[in-house]
């Protein structure tokens, strides 16, 4: 355990050196290969001859940020899908019947919980893989997925997101 260590703390020293296109394998005996995962890379050994594995024809990719935030979750109460935002305190509601009605791709009301107002409106995505809420002054959305394991009783809530320009991010 202590040499793997040692050599990824070696292998690390080469990187930062510069070294980093080319890494230095030392050839191992049979029994000894036949315990090391294919592909095991260590720092050169005094004691064993050397073989160099050229690394240039490995590509770096870069992680892409999503472009959306999760900002709150839908939940079921009752006879309705409850929608809590953190960026907007107060609660809304989409009855049951209106989510069948919006899964049959007819956009309906979205109300607020306390009064029953209207104040957006729900309907499926172009592509038919999310729900999209508008409610001023986000759209929200969330993937049909997770939507639909919520109803059938899979998992509790579905989350709630927003495009991260809207709320900033970067």
Do not use: C
Request: charged share 25%.
């Amino acid at each position: 355990m202590l040499k793997t260590i040692l050599n990824g703390i070696g292998r690390l020293a080469a990187i930062l050196k510069g070294g980093a296109d080319r890494v230095v394998v030392p050839a191992e005996s049979e029994s000894q290969a036949s315990r090391i995962p294919v592909g095991a890379l260590s720092t050169p050994s005094s004691e064993s001859s050397e073989a160099v594995v050229d690394l240039s024809r490995w590509t770096i990719t870069e992680h892409v940020e999503s472009p959306f935030e999760k900002v709150g979750r839908i939940y079921l109460v009752g006879p309705d899908m409850v929608i809590r935002s953190d960026l907007d305190s107060r609660g809304f509601q989409v009855p049951l019947d209106d989510v069948d009605a919006v899964l049959a791709k007819i956009p309906q009301d979205i109300r607020l919980l306390k009064t029953g107002k209207k104040v957006g409106t729900v309907q499926l995505s172009t592509s038919g893989r999310a729900m999209n809420f508008a409610i001023e002054p986000f759209f929200y959305t969330t993937p049909l997925h997770s939507l639909t394991r919520m109803l059938a009783g899979e998992q509790r809530k579905a989350p709630l997101f927003v495009g991260r320009e809207q709320v900033g991010g970067n």
